[in-house]
T-cell receptor, first 114, second 112 residues
Framework: QQQVKQSPQSLIVQKGGISIINCAYE??????FPWYQQFPGKGPALLIA?????SEKKEGRFTISFNKSAKQFSLHIMDSQPGDSATYFC?????????????FGQGTTLQVKP | DAMVIQNPRYQVTQFGKPVTLSCSQT?????MYWYQQKSSQAPKLLFH???????NEADTPDNFQSRRPNTSFCFLDIRSPGLGDAAMYLCATSRDRGQGYTFGSGTRLTVV
C-alpha cells in the first residue's frame, strides 16, 4: 500500500517533443505528490508538486496531470530540451500525522536527443 | 542562500572502519532526513528527526545511526561499513513531515 509505481524506466525523446512519465499509487491517504529531477552526482531537486484537490498544475514547460479516481498522476514535459536529460522521480506522502515521509517511485531516466 | 550542505562530497573508507557523514541546514526546518541511494535506484529513507524526536525505519540496519545535536546539524554514523553500504547518502530537510523537501547534493561513499 505504500508503493508508488513509476513508468517507463527509461525514455528517449527528440528535442522539441513531449516527455510523459506516469506514476500510480495505492494509498488513498496520500495528499502530496511531487516530482523531483536529479542530475548525475547531485541530489534530487523539487520540480513541481500537486495536491489531490486539483487535476492539473502547470509551471512553465512542466505539467502534472492528476487523476484521483484512478490513483494516477503524470509529468508532461513540453518542448523537451537536451538540458532536461536527467532522472525523474515521482513521490507521494501523507502530510499530516507522524508518518509524513516521501515514498519515491523507481525513477525514469530521460534522454532528450538534439 | 538558504540551503542544505553535505560534507564531504566524496568519502572513501575502509571496510569495517567507522565513518561519519555530516549535514547542515540554514533553512531552520524542523525535520531532517537521511536517505541512501544506490546506483539507478530510488532514494531509500533510513531515518528522520522531527526536532529531537528520532524516527528509525523498520528495515534500517543497526549499523546505521544518527545524531542531531541542534536544529542545524545532523550526522549519519556508519559503525562498520560493508561493501554493500557503498552508495550516495542524501540529507534532506522539510519544515514539516512529508512535504517541501530540500535535498543536499549528497555524499558518495566508497568502501574499500
Amino acid at each position: 500500500q505504500q508503493q508508488v509505481k513509476q513508468s517507463p524506466q527509461s525514455l528517449i525523446v527528440q528535442k522539441g517533443g513531449i516527455s510523459i512519465i506516469n506514476c500510480a499509487y495505492e494509498n488513498t491517504a496520500f495528499d502530496y505528490f511531487p516530482w523531483y529531477q536529479q542530475f548525475p552526482g547531485k541530489g534530487p531537486a523539487l520540480l513541481i508538486a500537486i495536491r489531490p484537490d486539483v487535476s492539473e498544475k502547470k509551471e512553465g514547460r512542466f505539467t502534472i496531470s492528476f487523476n484521483k479516481s484512478a490513483k494516477q498522476f503524470s509529468l508532461h514535459i513540453m518542448d523537451s530540451q537536451p538540458g532536461d536529460s536527467a532522472t525523474y522521480f515521482c513521490a507521494a506522502s501523507k502530510g499530516s500525522g507522524n508518518t509524513g515521509k516521501l515514498i519515491f517511485g523507481q525513477g525514469t531516466t530521460l534522454q532528450v536527443k538534439p | 542562500d538558504a540551503m542544505v550542505i553535505q560534507n564531504p562530497r566524496y568519502q572513501v573508507t575502509q571496510f569495517g572502519k567507522p565513518v561519519t557523514l555530516s549535514c547542515s541546514q540554514t533553512l531552520n526546518h524542523n525535520v531532517m532526513y537521511w536517505y541512501q541511494q544506490k546506483s539507478s535506484q530510488a532514494p531509500k529513507l533510513l531515518f528522520h528527526y522531527y526536532d529531537k524526536d528520532f524516527n528509525n525505519e523498520a528495515d534500517t540496519p543497526d549499523n546505521f545511526q544518527s545524531r542531531r545535536p541542534n536544529t542545524s546539524f545532523c550526522f549519519l554514523d556508519i559503525r562498520s561499513p560493508g561493501l554493500g553500504d557503498a552508495a550516495m547518502y542524501l540529507c534532506a530537510t522539510s519544515r514539516d513531515r512529508g512535504q517541501g523537501y530540500t535535498f543536499g547534493s549528497g555524499t558518495r561513499l566508497t568502501v574499500v
